[in-house]
């Protein structure tokens, strides 16, 4: 099959009015990440460079393009919380990624509100059906291919304790779209939803032979 490619590299621009990296790899999950100084100064941000890397433990992780609050807080105190970003606390996910100094908590910034976990000192976002407790478990600075050093940074962790919304377990089956996700696409304000009218089955290879 022949077809016309718009080809680039990466290095020398992409020549497009807006990266399209971002709205290609997607949709993405959205890191709302809380945590909390060694000072006791609270920090909420969102990232879009998240998502999950292992099943036993669970290992939750995103990247900081730069060493901002979060990446600051996690260092001195090891521990973070990560909120699910549904579609009615997008406005508020949004305002709680404003440039502002580390002193703002953006709790307030956003409308949220701070409730304690079990397990981490970190707060939880009450106004969110699902949050996930974490300690830190690796960090490292991330390179090029040439091996020079980025401005960027991966965080990973365990998740020690799940909270999940009653409303959101049927039989003891976790249901996704009523949570209402949602999720990063690129360009300059794309968030997307998801729904179960877009939900199908398919059944691993591994899995048919049983």
């Known amino acids: 099959m022949s077809r016309q490619r718009y080809s680039y590299q990466p290095r020398a621009g992409h020549g497009l009015p807006h990266d399209p990296f971002n709205a290609i790899v997607a949709p993405r999950p959205i890191g709302w990440i809380s945590s909390l100084s060694a000072a006791g ?54 305002e709680s990624s404003a440039s502002v100094a580390q002193e703002v908590d953006e ?13 981490v000192r970190a707060p939880m976002v009450a ?12 960090h490292l600075q991330l390179q090029n291919a040439d091996g020079a050093p980025l401005d960027s940074w991966l965080i990973l ?32 304000s ?10 199908f089955e398919l059944q691993r290879p591994d899995a048919r032979k049983k």
């Open 107 to 119: 709790f307030m910034l956003a409308g949220v509100t701070p409730i304690s976990g079990d397990l």
């Open 127 to 138: 106004e969110s059906p699902v949050n996930f407790e974490c300690r830190l478990t690796q």
């Open 190 to 199: 794309a968030w997307y939803g998801i729904s179960e009218a877009q939900r």
């Open 41 to 94: 100064v609270r920090n909420l941000a969102p990232y879009s460079f998240f998502n999950s890397f292992n099943y036993q433990p669970p290992i939750i992780g995103f990247a900081s393009l730069g060493k901002k609050d979060s990446l600051r807080n996690i260092l001195e105190t090891k521990e973070f919380v990560w909120n699910l970003v549904t579609r009615p606390l997008a406005e508020a996910a949004n």
């Open 157 to 188: 962790g365990e998740v020690v304790a799940v909270h999940i919304d009653d409303t959101l377990l049927e039989e003891g089956i976790y249901q996704t779209s009523k949570a209402q996700p949602v999720l990063r696409a690129g360009g300059p």
